[in-house]
């Protein structure tokens, strides 16, 4: 996966949404992208996993 190769990358997922989401749901994008630049980042203790196919 892309975000853990990215220095402090995080990953959204957002539910209900499909490849166009900047088009779906602009101000939940604007939202995540503006905390992302101006909030600290948060601490993990678990990796995130997805189950497996």
Same mark, same amino acid.
């Given at each position: 996966? $892309?975000?853990?190769?990215?220095p402090d990358a995080e990953l959204a997922v957002v539910p209900g949404a499909s490849h166009v $989401? /900047?088009?779906?749901k602009p101000? /939940?994008?604007a939202q995540l992208v503006g905390d992302f630049l101006t909030l600290p980042a948060? /601490?993990?203790y678990l990796p995130v996993r997805r189950r497996g196919r």
């Amino acid at each position: 996966m $892309l975000y853990r190769a990215i220095p402090d990358a995080e990953l959204a997922v957002v539910p209900g949404a499909s490849h166009v $989401l /900047l088009h779906e749901k602009p101000a /939940l994008c604007a939202q995540l992208v503006g905390d992302f630049l101006t909030l600290p980042a948060s /601490l993990t203790y678990l990796p995130v996993r997805r189950r497996g196919r």
